[in-house]
Each structure stands twice: as structure tokens, then as C-alpha cells.
């Protein structure tokens, strides 16, 4: 089976910076879009940035500038660098994965890490 697994959340003060990591594993053909996804209490899960098999990054509006994803397509793990952390920022942070596999197209998640910014 696929699985992803997420590292690299924590507690930071505002200005500070956390790198992401989530890591593929399992038998796969190949790995398309890759993505990071954040919900904090009480509100709905959006897209914070994504990134295509040929290098192509997205990014919501409130993270150009400070964020970026990459990815290494050898270690089958894509990153998220976090700089000039927000208080709202806060939030658990899910990585999301559009994976080929010998059984077909499936997008998997990560199990979630918490990131937390005090003011």
C-alpha cells in the first residue's frame, strides 16, 4: 500500500520558519501532483501550495512570498519551506498525493502535523 508520512511541524514564534516534509512510500509507477493542504478549528481545508511532476508550483494568495514546495523526485518527497511564519498560519498541515499504482490513480494523504505560531 501507499502511505505518506509527514515530519517537520512544531511550535515557532512569529517570524520563524518550519520545513515540511512528506515522505512516499510503496509500490508506485509514478507520482503526478503533489500537494500541501491546511484546516484550522473550525474552518474548511485549502489548498496552501502544489506542485506538478514537471516543477510547476501553485501557491494560495496568503503564502506568496514566504512559502515554498519542491519536491526530490528520488527520494519521492515533496517539502514545504515555511519562512516569516503568521500566527495564522496555525493549523494542521496535510500533504496530499496523486499516485499511479498498479491497481490505478488514487490521491492519498498524509496523516496531518500540526503547526502552531505564538504571537
Known amino acids: 500500500q501507499v502511505q505518506l508520512v509527514e515530519s517537520g511541524g512544531g511550535l515557532v514564534q512569529a517570524g520563524g520558519s518550519l520545513r515540511l516534509s512528506c515522505a512516499v512510500s510503496?509500490?508506485?509507477?509514478?507520482?503526478?501532483?503533489m500537494g500541501w493542504y491546511r484546516q484550522a478549528p473550525g474552518k474548511q481545508r485549502e489548498l496552501v501550495a502544489g506542485?506538478?511532476?514537471?516543477?510547476?508550483?501553485d501557491y494560495a494568495e496568503s503564502v506568496k512570498g514566504r512559502f515554498a514546495i519542491s519536491r526530490d523526485n528520488a527520494k519521492n518527497t515533496v517539502y514545504l519551506q515555511m519562512n516569516s511564519l503568521k500566527p495564522e498560519d496555525t493549523a494542521v498541515y496535510y500533504c496530499?498525493?496523486?499516485?499511479?499504482?498498479?491497481?490505478?490513480?488514487?490521491?492519498?494523504w498524509g496523516q496531518g502535523t500540526q503547526v502552531t505560531v505564538s504571537s
Open positions: 496530499n498525493v496523486n499516485v499511479k499504482t498498479n491497481y490505478g490513480s488514487a490521491y492519498v
Open positions: 510503496g509500490i508506485i509507477f509514478s507520482i503526478n501532483a
Open positions: 506542485i506538478t511532476s514537471t516543477g510547476r508550483t
